[in-house]
C-alpha cells in the first residue's frame, strides 16, 4: 500500500468537502473554492472529518494514482485554509519591481518594461530587501489558494531571467543556492 495513499487527511473545521460522482471534488474554505476532477478509478471516502483515498487494485496506474490523488486532495485542502506564497528576488543593480494596481511590472534590464498580469486567484505584492553585495533587491510574493498555479506563475517570472551561473545575476526564488562557475582565465 502507497505510504502517502493511505495517510488520511483531515479536514479542519470552516472546510466543506463535496466528492461528485466521477470523482468532481470541490473544496471550500476561508480562502475560497477549488474544484478538481480526479480519476474516476480512485475512492474518495470521507468519514467524519477525515478524507480517505483507497486504490481498487494493486496494479502499477492505481499504485501511482493513489498516493497523486492523495496529495492533490491534501494540498486542495491546505491552500483554502492557509493558502501558498512563492518569493522571488531579482538580483543585479538597478533592478526593480513595481505594482500597477494588480498588474506586476518588472525593470530587469531590457530596453521595456516586462508587465505581468496575475491569473484569476493570484496575487503579486512587491518590496524591497537587502541583499549584501548588491544592495537593495526586489522581493516579488506571488501568492494564491492553488499550489500548482503559484509554482506556475512564479516559475514563469522567474524565467524571464534565470539566474547565470558566473556573477549570479536574475531572478531566483528566495533561499535557492545558485551553483557558481569559475570565469575564463588568462594562460
Request: without cysteine.
Amino acid at each position: 500500500m502507497s505510504r502517502i495513499g493511505r495517510n488520511p487527511i483531515t479536514v479542519p473545521s470552516g472546510v466543506d468537502v463535496i466528492v461528485d460522482e466521477n470523482n468532481k471534488v470541490t473544496v471550500k474554505g476561508p480562502k475560497g473554492t477549488l474544484v478538481r476532477d480526479f480519476n474516476p478509478d480512485m475512492q474518495i471516502v470521507r468519514e467524519g472529518d477525515v478524507l480517505l483515498v483507497q486504490r481498487p487494485t494493486d496494479g502499477k496506474e492505481h499504485r501511482s494514482l493513489h498516493g497523486l490523488t492523495r496529495t492533490l486532495l491534501a494540498n486542495m485542502v491546505e491552500g483554502v485554509t492557509k493558502g501558498y506564497e512563492k518569493k522571488l528576488r531579482a538580483v543585479s543593480v538597478g533592478w526593480r519591481a513595481t505594482l500597477q494596481g494588480r498588474k506586476l511590472v518588472l525593470n530587469v534590464g531590457f530596453s521595456h518594461p516586462i508587465e505581468i498580469e496575475p491569473p484569476a486567484g493570484i496575487e503579486f505584492t512587491a518590496e524591497t530587501v537587502a541583499h549584501p553585495p548588491y544592495g537593495m533587491v526586489p522581493l516579488i510574493t506571488v501568492s494564491g489558494i492553488d499550489k500548482e498555479l503559484v509554482g506556475q506563475v512564479a516559475a514563469s517570472i522567474r524565467s524571464i531571467r534565470k539566474p547565470e551561473p558566473y556573477l549570479g545575476k536574475g531572478i531566483q526564488y528566495q533561499g535557492e543556492v545558485i551553483r557558481r562557475k569559475a570565469g575564463k582565465t588568462a594562460k
